[in-house]
């Protein structure tokens, strides 16, 4: 069993920043890809981010491109999404998910391709 643990959501001004981790135990950390989904109230879960299992392979959405990051420490077993210019619209609850393969490709973005995820974490941007 994979257990995923988000952290670093807040409460943060328009333009401001965050940075998310996300902690996994359970198996071997550095085999899969990661990902980063997020889910507004009302609106089905989206992606934002992806991460391949040595990190140097990495895919976003178009509404996060130049914004976001996402990084990861195979030694700490640990994905980070960095964010920066929050929008309001960023608002919602993030939620990491580890990947059943270990590269990205265009499906990635798809939620049916990950095995596992997190409890979330709430972003909440003012305005």
């Known amino acids: 069993q994979v257990q995923l643990v988000e952290s670093g959501g807040g409460l943060v001004q328009s333009g401001g920043s965050l940075r998310l981790s996300c902690a996994a135990s359970?198996?071997?950390?550095?085999?899969?890809?990661m990902g980063w989904f997020r889910q507004a109230p009302g609106k089905e879960r989206e992606f934002v981010a992806a991460?391949?299992?040595?990190?140097?392979?990495?895919r976003y959405a178009d509404s996060v491109k130049g914004r976001f990051t996402i990084s990861r420490d195979n030694a700490k077993n640990t994905v980070y999404l960095q964010m920066n210019s929050l929008k309001p619209e960023d608002t919602a609850v993030y939620y990491c998910?580890?990947?059943?393969?270990?590269?990205?490709?265009?499906?990635?973005?798809?939620?049916?391709?990950?095995?596992?995820w997190g409890q979330g974490t709430q972003v909440t941007v003012s305005s």
């Open positions: 991460i391949s299992w040595s990190g140097g392979t990495t």
């Open positions: 998910a580890t990947d059943r393969s270990s590269t990205v490709s265009s499906r990635s973005s798809h939620a049916d391709r990950y095995e596992y």
């Open positions: 359970g198996r071997t950390f550095s085999n899969y890809a």
